[in-house]
């Protein structure tokens, strides 16, 4: 009697996730693609932050993680396509300026502005003797407009700034430097332009989102909610990014980029994409924060907020997605920390903490894991396997 032949491909009794020793190889294969690290983050400002934070704290938090899309944004743009951005704050502000702009106008009906010398106008406006609403401004009166705005304003500007600079093959330093002259001139002209924009105090006194008071505690936590889950979405989408050929061709491009460009593949449009994909996750930040703390202003815009973005994905690391939402977090809590203990010393003290980290780490709080921790779990979980 002939012997019984496996069947090519069938499960064996002992492989799976519920054989001995099945579940390690799993985590192995789950930490290797990265999403342990979303589900970890996940749980942490879903379930832990708000079950242990004040109301006043946890709305500190959903300030913190508004930048955190702009840091994510710099890790795809910078970190995979080798694009520096130093203007990330222009996205940032147009987006949260769109936001504020629908917010201003539900605040200005004319009953709340009767006392005004034109009601039904932004008091900033009356102030500085405007009798009616621009005509750019009207359409601001519908919130699908205003969030379809959030979304296509800055990609618009990012795909005009892009093109114009990657079709000639302006890049490196030179770019960088360019960005910040958008985010200077943007800052300018806002801060100019008072009777249209709030001027240097912004666009503020928002009130309600469709008539739902945005500034009651519950609403805040409502709205952190919201932004967390917004975050973990755009966590999602850019590691499918990262894990796709468009992430390897990015990558490919940083390192090579002449010869991805004799590949065949258009190199100035995938610096374009990068850029732009950047720019929305930052408007979309930008309008988060709008909401989280009512106001938005042109100290958001210019070059010294910018390079505080940049300096949140360099301290989280420019190549983690997650490492760059934990580097907006820490760098934004020691800011606020130094500031309430040692108010004449914050900013020495903000800027120690900067250059030390980049110094010690230069892969960021994310190179620390991948040096230490990572290769630790991996032989503790290959050596749980051989045992099972």
């Known amino acids: 009697m002939e012997p019984i032949q496996p069947v090519v491909g069938s499960v064996s009794p002992r492989s799976g996730p519920g054989a001995p020793g099945g579940w390690r190889a799993l985590a192995m294969r789950l930490d290797a693609s990265g999403y342990v690290g979303i589900a970890i983050l996940a749980v942490l400002i ?3 932050f708000p079950l242990v934070l004040d109301t006043f704290r946890l709305n500190l938090m959903g300030k913190y993680l508004t930048y955190a899309f702009v840091a994510m944004g710099l890790v795809i743009a910078w970190g995979y396509g080798g694009v520096l951005s130093l203007g990330q704050g222009v996205f940032f502000g147009l987006g949260g300026y769109a936001m504020a702009m629908f917010l201003k106008l539900e605040a200005s009906d004319p009953a709340a502005t009767h006392t005004q010398t034109t009601p039904g106008i932004p008091d900033f406006m009356d102030w500085n ?3 009616a609403l621009p005509t750019w401004w009207r359409p601001f009166h519908s919130l699908p407009f205003s969030i379809l705005a959030v979304l296509v304003v800055p990609t618009a500007l990012a795909f005009v700034v892009g093109y114009a600079m990657f079709k000639r093959r302006v890049g490196g330093v030179y770019f960088a430097i360019i960005t910040q002259a958008v985010a200077l001139i943007l800052s300018v002209l806002i801060i100019g332009q008072q009777g249209y924009t709030g001027g240097v105090n912004g666009i503020t006194d928002l009130r309600t989102l469709l008539a739902w008071d945005i500034r009651t505690d519950h609403a805040k936590l409502v709205l952190y909610f919201v932004n967390a889950v917004l975050l973990i979405g755009a966590l999602l989408a850019c590691r499918w990014v990262q894990r796709s050929k468009l992430g390897t061709l990015l990558l490919a491009m940083r390192d090579k980029e ?10 100035a449009m995938f610096k374009v994409f990068a850029f732009c994909l950047a720019a929305l996750l930052a408007a979309v930040g930008g309008a988060m924060f709008t909401l989280q ?3 938005m202003s042109p100290s958001f815009v210019g070059i010294v907020p910018s390079i505080e973005m940049v300096i949140y994905a360099a301290v989280g690391g420019r190549m983690s997605l997650v490492g760059a939402v934990y580097g ?6 020691g800011k606020s920390w ?3 203990s040692l ?3 914050w900013l020495y003290l903000m800027a120690a903490m900067f250059i030390g980290v ?9 190179g620390l894991y991948e040096e230490h921790a990572r290769p630790r779990i991996r032989r503790w979980l290959g050596a749980a396997n051989k045992e099972a």
Do not use: C, H, K, W
């Not at 980049?358 to 994310?366: D, E, R, S, T, Y």
């Open 46 to 48: 879903v379930v832990v």
């Open 129 to 131: 003797q405007l009798t």
């Open 258 to 267: 002449d010869r991805v460009r004799f590949s065949g593949y258009d190199v």
């Open 293 to 295: 703390v009512g106001f």
């Open 328 to 333: 907006a977090i820490l760098v934004n809590l």
């Open 338 to 340: 130094f500031s309430e």
């Open 343 to 345: 108010p004449n010393l």
């Open 358 to 366: 980049v110094m010690a780490f230069p892969n960021g709080l994310a």
